[in-house]
């Protein structure tokens, strides 16, 4: 039986259980910090981001968060914003915002689960895997535009493009 079928035969099972399977299964860090939230470490090439999955029974919602640290400097704020906007154009399955405050970049996701739907464990795979590299492509970018003093539009330019099919 695989990963899912184990999963998904046992009736009423909560999406953190499911999200807490995958991240042993894939031996990544991980703090089960309530009955509903996860947080976990996951490498990326760039650097190690921070997970945070949340269940929201009242919205009946599997919310991720991914973020990374980011201190750009003064003055790099109006830029900071183009590059988000240019962004978040470029992608269908999350978006980017800056907390200042925390001094994260952060991509957010939000998947619907109404009517008493189960997400599948491919679906919170695919939702994690988007978000890591989500944050990859853009990371290089995001660095440019705080610290070489390049525009929106020339780090895009870095930007690492989705491949399609096989080498």
């Known amino acids: ?70 201190e750009p400097p003064p003055g790099r704020d109006a830029a900071l914003f183009d590059l988000l906007n240019r962004c978040n154009d470029m992608v269908w399955t999350g978006a980017f915002t800056w907390w200042a405050e925390q001094k994260l970049m952060v991509w957010r996701y939000g998947l619907p689960l109404d009517g008493g739907q189960i997400a599948a464990p491919e679906q919170i795979t695919r939702l994690i895997r988007n978000a890591v590299q989500g944050c990859e492509r853009f990371y290089p970018a995001f660095q440019m535009v705080a610290w070489a003093g390049q525009d929106a539009g020339q780090a895009l330019q870095v930007a690492i493009a989705e491949a399609y099919g096989r080498a």
């Open 1 to 70: 039986m695989s990963l899912s079928e184990d999963l998904l035969a046992v009736e009423d099972v909560h999406p953190i259980d499911i999200v807490e399977t995958l991240a042993e299964h894939h031996d990544w860090e991980f703090d089960r910090v309530t009955d509903d939230q996860i947080a976990m470490a996951v490498e990326g090439q760039w650097r190690t981001y921070s997970l945070t999955l949340a269940w929201s029974g009242a919205e009946q919602t599997l919310r991720l968060i991914c973020t990374f640290e980011m």
